[in-house]
């Protein structure tokens, strides 16, 4: 027996069902749904989406079987229209649309009136009694179905219609004669056969054929192909086409379309809301090209009158259908309906897209309601949404001017002046000053105005670069990577690809949301954590097990951590400790220093600093756990490169500039991602990390000594490569911290782990955790030490590896499983296998991507860290993920 391929739905009877959106399409299994249920939907039938992937399987050919289904459900349209395809005197028309199973509005293409040629026009002039509605429906099928089915340019007979308008003194295509649409036809035939070499198509079954294989065709569009990515839609799940018999909003004044949501779409306000036009069809809506009037009173400018008030009857039918869609559906529903000489039709349901406001109070509220529950309500809000509702974003009423694009590294909207370095961002701020740091790309060098600054704009790098990084763990707008400016430090300004020019105090804004840089100052609104976030967050932390840390580097992070949910910190940056203004001359005397004694001076001098900053953020997190990262990059990062600040460390050490010099360039690197750093550091000079220890354990001490705290510091150790470095590096650190809680005679419990971030690690794991508490994955350097790429260069081609499908995602952005993923999955089984206790974890920036906390969940990680103004998404991922496995 052939395998099922169309879908009939009319009547009150559908042969589909709401649950096979897999096979059907949300469009088509809605409209099965609507049938169902006693809704007003003409009949039609549903191609499914295993027509498509066998199109796209075997060359865009059909399976044999189709055509003849397709021609059942076309008689069963005739008989229960009581019209035929194609016939002259009573002619059947139909539309025909997209449907994948994801909602994917507008990428994919529509052919409405088909059917219509100069004998069947006739038949709808006899229908309907209106010669104008049957040739404005002729001349909107040729211009749809020339562009659509044919590929030729919309514009060119677009041209034509806007010169008759003009010829004819009018303003709206309604203005037009029936005389005018008749001669429009002609002209847009004329316009065909002279640009495409062919005639418009004439037969009706011609011409059905044609439209089922562009919406087939339109899958791969690039268009579709774009929006997919952007939504994670994967290409094989195909699209299925619905054909459907046409209804018509444009046959007089007693005809409308519209286009409504159940609730408001951006405040998620319980009330119905919409708009629709007097005589139009479906696309003068959605296209703009008349201005549209609301369907309820008091919506809208008040300058055009309501559906409630122009068809009262109609409006009260639709009023009723919404409510039975949303009760049906239990959620907002953005429906399609025409109006055809009085009689309503649904066209369409489908789950409403909506702002992140908007989608957590739905969920509340339909929560109270008793519509759904909790754990419904969780799953309904994206966590890639929450980004909008924890950072100021622009005003959308606000005009702007839009001058270069970047990636958008780090959400929210900033605006300020235009500053090139770290110390003027520092000296504007403390003037009160808002500024926007413009750099080639940051160093960590830069932290200081990076904090200073509003937002912050790179010309290179990535979406995990040091700016990246750094601006999403300070909550920072960032936008990294605009290879459309070129920054001139020198001349103290950036020139964007079209030849603007900025100078230093000039003002920008920022949306680190989209990645766009505007001209001037674009208002922002605030982001307000409402009753309704902290309430959904409530139920989300009930169904999650994997708990959620922070990245942290100061107390004030730590305090915005915590306020947003933090259960920890799973990584604290010591390096970027170092880099205050304070104590930066004291990290470079004790990186120059010719021995251990002139290393351990300087040392001295930096840990009562590290000190008080450990007791700060352990006093932030009240008793949870601290993961200390001792020093990981390269040492030549904290060194000065000019002539002058060289000259002031050399007098500070009592030696020449010229040797000091020399010694700056000594400890140059190549490669420096994977030369002397991390533990590397520690087992050549092993002071620095004793230093470190001692700050740690000192400040543990004295505040469970002091204040009564309870505090279990976990020490991680980075770059492990080999189980004998963390052998070595443990036994010093046990021998430094038990040496500490001696001295105080406290008892304070301790671990010590390691980062990690070398695939070499990861195979080993079974060795490396006999000297390991704990280990924490750190996926920005594994993907990097993986793959063999740089964070910071492969900006400039990971996309088109992404757009050429080579790779579904920038790995850096969410984790790799089948590589980097099945290393972090090796390294838990082979850890565990040794250490049945260990505890696992990611700090990696995979930690508040969604995919990769759903992967995190799954591999059964305990925990997963990441910036503070992501802890809330990562929080809302782990339910999801706990509530989708246990379904």
Request: net charge negative; glycine share 10%; hydrophobic share 40%.
């Amino acid at each position: 027996m052939a395998a099922k391929y169309v879908y009939f739905f009319g009547e009150g009877k559908a042969e589909g069902r709401g649950d096979m959106k897999n096979l059907l399409g949300g469009k088509g299994a809605n409209l099965a749904d609507m049938t169902s249920i006693g809704l007003p939907v003409p009949p039609g039938f549903t191609l499914t989406t295993e027509v498509c992937t066998e199109f796209y399987k075997n060359n865009r050919q059909y399976p044999a079987s189709l055509k003849g289904q397709v021609e059942e459900a076309l008689g069963q349209m005739e008989r229960l229209m009581n019209k035929k395809f194609g016939d002259a005197q009573n002619p059947l028309l139909v539309s025909v649309r997209s449907g994948a199973r994801a909602s994917m509005p507008g990428m994919m293409d529509t052919v409405l009136n088909l059917g219509l040629n100069d004998d069947t026009i006739q038949g709808v002039i006899a229908q309907s009694g209106d010669k104008r509605f049957a040739y404005d429906s002729y001349r909107r099928f040729i211009q749809m179905y020339s562009n659509v089915v044919m590929g030729m340019k919309g514009e060119l007979l677009e041209d034509i219609l806007e010169d008759m308008k003009e010829e004819k003194g009018v303003h709206e295509d309604t203005e037009l004669s029936a005389e005018d649409l008749k001669k429009l036809v002609t002209l847009f035939k004329d316009k065909v056969k002279e640009t495409l070499g062919r005639d418009f198509p004439s037969d009706p079954h011609e011409q059905l054929w044609g439209a089922i294989g562009a919406v087939f065709g339109s899958w791969m569009n690039q268009r579709a192909i774009t929006y997919r990515r952007l939504n994670n839609i994967p290409a094989e799940w195909g699209t299925a086409v619905n054909v459907q018999s046409m209804v018509f909003g444009n046959m007089g004044n007693d005809c409308a379309t519209g286009v409504a949501f159940t609730r408001n779409p951006s405040t998620g306000e319980k009330v119905f809301y919409g708009e629709f036009l007097v005589n139009a069809q479906g696309e003068d809506v959605v296209a703009g090209i008349r201005t549209p009037q609301p369907i309820n009173k008091g919506q809208g400018d008040g300058s055009l009158p309501s559906m409630e008030e122009v068809m009262p009857e109609s409006y009260a039918q639709l009023m009723k259908i919404q409510q039975t869609l949303e009760k049906h559906y239990k959620d907002m529903q953005d429906i399609e309906f025409t109006i055809e000489k009085g009689k309503l039709y649904m066209l369409q349901t489908r789950n409403g897209k909506r702002t992140a406001h908007a989608a957590v109070k739905i969920a509340v509220d339909m929560e109270k309601e008793g519509l759904i529950d909790e754990q419904t309500a969780v799953l309904r809000v994206e966590p890639s949404q929450l980004d909008q509702l924890l950072h100021p974003s622009l005003d959308p009423k606000a005009p702007r001017t839009v001058i270069a694009k970047g990636l958008p590294a780090s959400p929210g909207a900033v605006n300020g002046e235009v500053v090139f370095s770290a110390d003027d961002a520092e000296d504007a701020a403390r003037i009160g000053l808002k500024v926007i740091l413009v750099r080639i790309e940051t160093s960590p060098e830069d932290i200081h105005g990076m904090h200073a600054a509003q937002g912050i704009l790179t010309a290179r790098g990535g979406m995990t670069s040091h700016a990246a990084v750094v601006a999403r763990g300070m909550g920072k707008c960032c936008v990294a990577g605009c290879g459309d400016i070129k920054v001139d430090y020198t001349k103290q300004e950036f020139t964007t690809r079209n030849g603007q020019l900025i100078k230093k105090g000039d003002v920008i804004t920022l949306d680190g949301s989209t990645g766009e840089v505007m001209l001037g100052a674009v208002p922002t609104v605030s982001p307000e954590l409402t009753g309704d976030f902290a309430l959904l967050m409530k139920w989300v932390d009930k169904f999650r097990r994997l708990r959620v840390r922070t990245n942290a580097d100061t107390p004030q992070d730590s305090k915005v951590a915590r306020e947003f949910g933090a259960e920890g910190i799973g990584l604290c940056r010591t390096e970027h400790m170092f880099f205050d203004a304070e104590r930066i001359m004291a990290v470079r005397e004790m990186i120059l220093a010719e021995d251990v004694d002139g290393r351990r001076k300087a040392l001295a001098k930096i840990l009562p600093m590290q000190k008080g900053d450990f007791k700060g953020i352990f006093r932030e997190m009240k008793g949870l756990p601290v993961t200390i990262r001792l020093l990981d990059p390269p040492l030549h990062e904290f060194l000065p490169h000019k002539d002058e600040e060289i000259a002031e460390i050399a007098k500070v050490m009592g030696v020449t500039a010229s040797v000091l010099k020399a010694k700056v360039e000594s400890l140059h690197e190549f490669n420096p991602m994977l030369g002397h750093r991390g533990c590397r550091l520690g087992i050549t000079y092993p002071e620095i990390y004793d230093m470190q220890v001692q700050a740690i354990m000192e400040a543990a001490c004295e505040l469970v000594k002091e204040e009564g705290f309870e505090i279990v510091p976990e020490i991680m150790i980075p770059l492990v490569g080999l189980v004998k470095e963390l052998e070595i590096m443990r036994e010093n650190a046990v021998r430094v911290a038990d040496e500490v809680i001696a001295r105080y005679g406290v008892s304070v419990t301790y671990l010590i782990g390691t980062m990690i971030e070398l695939p070499r690690a990861a195979l080993t794991a079974d060795e490396v955790a006999v000297q390991a508490d704990f280990f924490s994955f750190g996926t920005n350097d594994l993907t990097q030490t993986t793959f063999g790429l740089s964070r910071d260069d492969s900006g400039k081609f990971l996309p088109f590896y992404i757009e050429k499908d080579i790779l579904p995602n920038d790995p850096f952005v969410t984790i790799d499983q089948s590589g980097v993923g099945e290393l972090v999955r090796m390294g838990c089984e082979k850890g565990r296998k040794t250490r049945p206790d260990i505890k696992l974890g990611i700090c990696g920036e995979h930690g508040g991507d969604p995919q990769s906390v759903t992967f995190c969940h799954d591999i059964g990680l305990d925990y997963v860290s990441c910036s503070p103004y992501r802890v809330p998404v990562a929080r809302l991922a782990a339910a999801h993920a706990a509530l989708k496995q246990g379904k």
